[in-house]
């Protein structure tokens, strides 16, 4: 009895920081014009902390996470329905590729009719290689290939284009596509599938199944990483907007808050909104490079994006979709290799994201096993 009160006093310390935080997670700069007023920074913040009652919420928001994490680590509540969770999302992880691949397709394939590169922020040079890339990633042909060569040219431009930081988590999907391959269903698992019988007559003259053979044995090994990148990556991602957005750049920031009367939804003055989002984005990409509490924290942030989508309806609609599509990916992976979660009780807390062999292997019931559950 008494850790299902925990547990629904963690549920409920949840709900409040995300209901406070949530209309103010945006993509700032795609829904406001011009910098703002100017606004110093450090100043800034400092007024706003200042003030007793600001300083208070911030003290309390704080020792409200801290408590409920102890308390979850502590008295492990609903521990036979997380179980049971884990084993069911371990059901999903031969989809993961073909995820990847549709949270990275189709917001390019978008960006680029919509005449931008990666980030509604950045002009594109030309339209049709990111329609291109993202045809060829949806269908799942040459998948790998088109990945790196999406990656490469992201990187290439970064130093001349700052603002494709603001989609910086395209840089841990398509990490992890190179990674994990493309997965089933797809265009590359077809013609595969076929070469690999010597009695057809297109195995005789496939003119990538060597090449594709030898990149798959050097790259299986860590194809567990793809968890890693994507959560680093979209931890970053946050990181970035919650600073340079809104604690770097207040006078815009406040401009959100002003557009949207964001006042009017949770009545703090407009400072608190901003460094409060800024604090909260920030707070949740750290816990996410670092990998603690990685599926919790995955759940908030798809409450966020969400939240954000129709509370701010300016915000575009193509920027949220890798978004959505990798927290859903983390959620069913877990942390990923070199994560705290890993190292909490000595167990990992994630499952395995190599797609070899999940057609035929059975799941392994993991609902008996339930002392000591991950917290990821």
């Not at 549709?102 to 049709?128: D, H, W």
């Not at 009695?199 to 594709?212: E, F, I, K, N």
């Not at 793809?226 to 406040?254: D, H, I, Q, S, W």
């Not at 603690?292 to 509370?311: E, H, K, S």
């Amino acid at each position: 009895m008494f850790t299902r009160r925990a547990g629904a006093w963690i549920l409920a310390a949840t709900a409040l920081l995300t209901a406070l935080a949530g209309r103010a997670r945006a993509h700032v700069r795609y829904v406001t014009e011009g910098s703002g007023d100017p606004v110093d920074a450090v100043r800034f913040v400092v007024d706003v902390l200042s003030d007793p009652l600001n300083a208070a919420l911030f003290a309390g928001g704080g020792l409200l996470v801290a408590a409920a994490a102890a308390g979850y680590l502590y008295f492990r509540p609903a521990a036979y329905d997380l179980a049971v969770l884990r084993t069911t999302l371990h059901e999903y992880v031969d989809l993961v590729p073909w995820m990847l691949r549709l949270s990275v397709g189709l917001p390019l394939v978008g960006a680029g009719f919509a005449g931008y590169f990666f980030s509604p922020a950045v002009p594109a040079v030309t339209r049709l290689f990111q329609v291109a890339v993202g045809f060829f990633l949806l269908f799942g042909l040459a998948t790998r290939f088109v990945a790196a060569v999406a990656l490469l040219a992201y990187i290439v431009r970064l130093p001349f284009e700052p603002q494709l930081l603001l989609a910086s988590e395209y840089v841990g999907a398509l990490f992890g596509i190179v990674l994990v391959g493309s997965g089933r269903p797809s265009a590359d698992q077809m013609f595969k599938e076929v070469a690999d019988d010597d009695r057809t007559l297109y195995s005789s003259v496939d003119p990538v199944r060597s090449v594709s053979r030898r990149f798959d044995a050097v790259v299986s090994p860590y194809e567990d990483h793809a968890a890693t990148g994507v959560r680093v990556a979209l931890g970053v991602n946050f990181v970035y907007l919650g600073f340079v957005e809104k604690l770097l750049n207040p006078g815009r920031a406040l401009q959100v808050v002003e557009k949207y009367d964001l006042t009017a939804v949770v009545p703090i003055e407009p400072g608190m909104w901003v460094v409060g989002a800024g604090l909260t984005e920030m707070a949740l990409g750290t816990a996410l490079v670092l990998g603690v509490f990685t599926r919790a924290n995955c759940a908030v942030a798809f409450v966020l994006f969400t939240t954000t989508l129709f509370g701010l309806p300016d915000d575009p609609v193509i920027a949220h979709i890798s978004l959505f599509g990798l927290a859903s990916m983390l959620f069913i992976t877990g942390s990923g290799p070199l994560a705290l979660d890993n190292l909490v009780h000595g167990r990992t807390a994630s499952v395995d994201t190599s797609t070899t062999g999940t057609e035929e292997s059975e799941v392994t019931d993991e609902t008996t096993d339930v002392d000591e559950p991950s917290p990821g």
